[in-house]
C-alpha cells in the first residue's frame, strides 16, 4: 500500500495515510476525543481562521468545528493532563487509533532520514513535509515577523503537515508551526515535541500539542 484512507472505529473519524520508506503515517492530525484534548477555544484564531480558510460558515460554532477537523484537537499526554512531568504511557498508549501509535523520537529521525535526499538541510526536509495548500498556510501570515510566518511546502510524500500550532495554558493558540507530540521522554520534566516550521526541530514540552499517529506495522489490516 502507498497511501489511501482508514476509519477508527472508536468514532467512524475518516483519515488520510501515506507510506514514507518502511512507515505509515497518518496524513492528517488527530481528532479522537481522549481525555485533556480539545479543539481550540481561541476566539481569535477560530475568526481567522473563517475570515482566510473556511469562508462557508456563518457561525463562530461552524467555524470552531470547521477549524478542528482541518488543524485537529490539541492533546496532553502528561500525568494528569499537566503541562510539564513524566508522560502517561497509559494514556498516551490508547490515544491513537488500533494499530496505530504516537511515534518516538527516533521514529521521526527515521522519516525525517527518509525525506533527505544528499546535501539537505533541515529547511529542505522541513519543505517536503508541509502541505502545499497555500490557503491553508493564510493563518500564519497573520504574525508581525517574519520568523514566526511559516511559508508552504512542497508535501512531496502527502504528509501535509499544517501550521496548527499548539495551545498555551491560558487557551491561547500559536499557529506559526506544527507542534507534534512524541512519546520520548527527555528528562523527569519534559517530554520531546518535533517541531515543523521553515526549519524541523525537537524540543522540550509546555504546552498542549497535536498528534500524528504512525502505523505499529506497515501492513494494514
Not at 485533556?36 to 481561541?42: N, P, Q, R, V
Not at 475570515?51 to 490539541?74: A, D, P, V, W
Not at 504511557?89 to 494499530?99: M, Q
Not at 501550521?163 to 508551526?177: A, V
Request: net charge negative; proline share 2%; glycine share 4%.
Amino acid at each position: 500500500q502507498n497511501r489511501g484512507t482508514f476509519t477508527d472505529e472508536r468514532d467512524g473519524q475518516v483519515y488520510r495515510y501515506t507510506t514514507i520508506g518502511d512507515q505509515v503515517w497518518m496524513a492528517e492530525n488527530l481528532r479522537y476525543a481522549a481525555p485533556y484534548s480539545t479543539c481550540s477555544e481561541d476566539s481569535s484564531f477560530i475568526r481567522q481562521y473563517c475570515e482566510l480558510i473556511e469562508l462557508n460558515c456563518e457561525t463562530m460554532q461552524c467555524c470552531k468545528e470547521s477549524l478542528c477537523h482541518t488543524f485537529g484537537r490539541y492533546y496532553s499526554i502528561i500525568e494528569g493532563g499537566t503541562w510539564m512531568g513524566k508522560i502517561d504511557y497509559i494514556l498516551a498508549d490508547t490515544i491513537c487509533p488500533k494499530g496505530w501509535h504516537i511515534p518516538t523520537k527516533d521514529e521521526w529521525k527515521n522519516l525525517e532520514n527518509a525525506l533527505k535526499v544528499s546535501d539537505d538541510n533541515n529547511s529542505d526536509v522541513a519543505n517536503r513535509m508541509k502541505s502545499a495548500d497555500s490557503v491553508l498556510f493564510s493563518i500564519s501570515k497573520t504574525y508581525p515577523n517574519e520568523q514566526d510566518r511559516t511559508t508552504v511546502g512542497t508535501d512531496n510524500c502527502a504528509l501535509s503537515v499544517l501550521p496548527s500550532g499548539f495551545m498555551f495554558q491560558d487557551g491561547e493558540t500559536l499557529k506559526f508551526r506544527a507542534s507534534l507530540w512524541t512519546s520520548s521522554q527527555k528528562n523527569a520534566n519534559f517530554a520531546y515535541t518535533f517541531r515543523v516550521a521553515n526549519d524541523i526541530d525537537y524540543v522540550r514540552n509546555y504546552y498542549k500539542n497535536s498528534i500524528r499517529c504512525v502505523m505499529d506495522s506497515n501492513v494494514l489490516e
